[in-house]
């Protein structure tokens, strides 16, 4: 069985705005290493049609990009891709799946037969997953800048504490912190 790994961008005050980050070929180098350690990416159906918009065209080299950023679309392009959606089953973007059925054990399967670990990358799908007790490990990715606003990390809240464990920190020349924690059980 594979970990579930959630992996996300945050301000020093919580904030998840995918525009408050700093986004340059250090963070991206960052986040492909991550990507090509997991077998697969898991979103929600928002994140996914967020990075479904643009991610597709950069790869395609229709959208100019830093080649830091041009190696993370087209690998992304080549990942397995599973969206949790009760809303919408269609999912044409390369190597996109749906989770169907109920959420705890559609993530408990893909766990189970990805061995390489799940890299989860949705904020709101994370506190539903660490609500049901699957998430095993955290790449958070802590930006110094604070933000002032939501949304905030966890906003839906969680049943208790979760204690975590460091395995490493580590500071990027732009001043963000790469910080990988493993739950404590």
């Given at each position: ?20 980050g700093i986004a340059d070929d250090e963070t991206h180098a960052l986040f492909t290493d991550l ?15 967020m990075l479904e918009g643009y991610w597709p065209a950069v790869a395609r080299g229709e959208v ?31 190597n996109s799946h749906h989770i169907a059925g109920g959420l705890r054990e559609g993530v408990q ?77």
């Open positions: 069985m594979g970990l579930l790994t959630f992996s996300f961008n945050l301000t020093l005050d919580g904030c998840v705005d995918h525009q408050e990507m090509d350690a997991a077998g697969a990416m898991l979103w929600g159906r928002v994140t996914y049609e100019e990009a830093p080649s830091a950023t041009r190696e993370w679309a087209v690998k992304l392009e080549a990942k397995p891709k599973y969206v949790v959606s009760s809303t919408r089953t269609d999912f044409p973007w390369t399967r893909l766990k189970d037969a990805t061995p390489a670990g799940v890299l989860l990358g949705s904020g709101k799908l994370a506190t539903e997953l660490d609500q049901l007790d699957l998430i095993d490990e955290y790449r958070l990715l802590v930006h110094p800048r604070i933000a002032g606003h939501s949304p905030r990390l966890y906003e839906g809240g969680l049943p208790g504490t979760r204690q975590l464990e460091l395995l490493s920190a580590q500071p990027l020349r732009n001043g963000v912190v790469a910080m990988h924690y493993r739950r404590a059980r």
